[in-house]
């Protein structure tokens, strides 16, 4: 019963009267995940319209929710077998050219249910939680169909021959991470083949500090090698439909050796692409597509250790923590958008995280978080996305002043959710004030 539960949404609900709100609205039958989805689906296709190449990042977490263990029904068991949660499946959108985030495409979020057994590997790919990809495909195919074109990007998970198979197709390519040493038509294998084509010098990247494995920045050189190559489907598969051979082009990238680089650390990426790779230039463009993967990871961390705090949430019901993952997910996009953004160097219009109708609030709120002096008005050309964070970093309780520490996952989330509730009385105000007319 509705009654029965109540879901604690201490990252969503701005006081108890939103959290009650909000536990009844998760409750509400007819909201389900697929309405939520089809949402993303026609935002999607709204903020990718005339972004030429768009990049959608395919990638898949976990939700804990062990802590609430004796509280909650319908999870099942996660990556170590033996705590509950869900799986989120997100899909996000960027710019190929530019790298700005253009938004959520989509999320696919569900419930572990059964073990691998044997014959596993023998399943149709649509009895499998594999799966996941090629539907992750076939939404961003969907969400982005405004776009120039669409490149679907992937880490090793997805290296699924099934996928290499299917998703490619005019207006729409993939590259996906290898991982697995694959049998090629013609006879030998992928790793000793790509190994012989010719090394090209001379690509540097810079690679990001990690605490969880005491990764430091650094600038990395890399030994790159490309060329074609045609695996062959795996002698396993059922499936009769899929060709018995898939033509392909593959990218490798690896980090020369550096005496202060730890072996474990060092780059090794091979990829795979629907895209022809050529040259030089175009294997360090695809190794450059494959970086940007960095955005799903923040969008993650963002969603669960900074800012929203999602494994925070509790709930009795499966389904409704189903709901708030999709709708955490959303949020968090937009607040990653917001970081990304909050120094206005690279100025994106706002529509690319706000809706018309929130941008109008957002004009309506800005006199009344500016002072009076010069270094306490909105810096950004009005209408940007940079515009738009400083107004709801203030109302997270940025000060505003540029000598003071730019305003973080933490403060934008607040001031999100904060600006969601103002959105939502404005419009709730202004229709009883149109019903009040004569």
Partial sequence: MVARQRVSLRAIACNRAEEIGFSRWLCNAAVTVAALQRHLVERGRRVARGAGHVLALQDTTEINFQ??????????????????????????????????????????????????????????????????????AEVAHKALSTAGHV????????????????????GLDLLARVGRDRALAGGGRLFATVAAFPAHLGLTVAVRADKRIARTNRIARLEVRFGPVTVRRPPYRSEGTDPPEV?????????????????????????????RIETAEAAQQAINWYRQRWHVEQLFRTLKSQG???????AEEGQSLLKLAVLATHVATRVMQMVN??????????????????????????????????????????????WA??????????????????????????????????????????????????
């Fill in 67 to 136: 802590a609430h263990a004796g509280r909650v029904h319908g999870l099942g068991k996660v990556g170590n077998g033996t705590d509950v949660g869900l799986f989120l499946h997100a899909v996000l959108a960027v710019g190929a050219d530019t790298g700005h985030c253009l938004g959520l495409a989509g999320v696919l979020p569900w419930v572990r249910t059964r073990r691998k057994e044997d014959g596993y590997k023998a399943l149709p790919i649509e009895q499998k939680e594999s799966y996941r990809w090629l539907e992750g």
């Fill in 151 to 170: 490149t679907v990007v992937a880490d090793r998970e997805s290296d699924i021959f099934e996928a290499f198979a299917r998703i490619p197709r005019p």
């Fill in 247 to 275: 033509a392909l082009w593959a990218v490798s990238a690896e980090e020369l050796p550096d005496p202060g680089v730890p072996e474990h650390q060092r780059i090794r990426w091979l990829l795979l692409t629907s895209h």
């Fill in 308 to 314: 929203l705090d999602t494994e925070a949430a509790q």
């Fill in 341 to 386: 953004a909050r120094d206005g160097t690279d100025p994106q219009p706002a529509e690319r995280a706000f809706d018309p109708d929130e941008i109008t609030v957002l004009h309506r709120l800005q006199p009344r978080l500016e002072g009076k002096t010069v270094k306490q008005k909105n810096p950004h050309p009005p209408d940007t996305l940079a």
């Fill in 389 to 438: 964070t400083w107004i709801i970093a203030r109302l997270g309780g940025w000060k505003g002043y540029r000598s003071e520490r730019p305003p973080g996952p933490v403060t934008l989330s607040r001031g999100y959710h904060r600006f969601a509730a103002i959105h939502e009385g404005f419009f709730l105000a202004q229709s009883e004030s149109d019903l009040c007319k004569p």
